[in-house]
Nanobody, 125 residues
Framework: QVQLVESGGGLAQAGGSLRLSCATS????????MGWFRRAPGKEREFVAA????????AYDDSVKGRFTISRDNSENLVVLQMSSLKPEDTAVYYC??????????????????WGQGTRVTVSS
């Protein structure tokens, strides 16, 4: 059974940090590009970050560049989003997603075929 399970969400103060994890099972993890997306209240789902199969390449939305770091551990089938210098506008439900190991148009959610259930992040001012 294919599963992507996010964890680590919660409440943080502006300027603080949170670490989101996505544990996967049922897929050849090292063969998948992994991404993080988020959906803020009343807004559409938006791209946050992506990481290539080996971890050698990463991509970030401009809104999180320099504050968030995506990483992966192919031995643990795990992808992590380290978030720091959090802002109230980072408040959203964060989703982990997987796609076959290609590296283009990483910001397009339609290219990801596997999704987690999401974890909520709330940043207070």
């Amino acid at each position: 059974q294919v599963q992507l399970v996010e964890s680590g969400g919660g409440l943080a103060q502006a300027g603080g940090s949170l670490r989101l994890s996505c544990a996967t099972s049922g897929i050849i993890f090292s063969g998948h590009t992994m991404g993080w997306f988020r959906r803020a209240p009343g807004k559409e789902r938006e791209f946050v970050a992506a990481i290539s199969t080996s971890g050698a390449a990463t991509a970030y939305d401009d809104s999180v560049k320099g504050r968030f770091t995506i990483s992966r551990d192919n031995s643990e089938n795990l992808v992590v989003l380290q978030m720091s210098s959090l802002k109230p506008e980072d408040t959203a439900v964060y989703y982990c997603a997987a796609r076959p190991g290609t590296w283009y148009d990483n910001h397009k959610p339609a290219l990801y075929h596997l999704w987690g259930q999401g974890t909520r992040v709330t940043v207070s001012s």
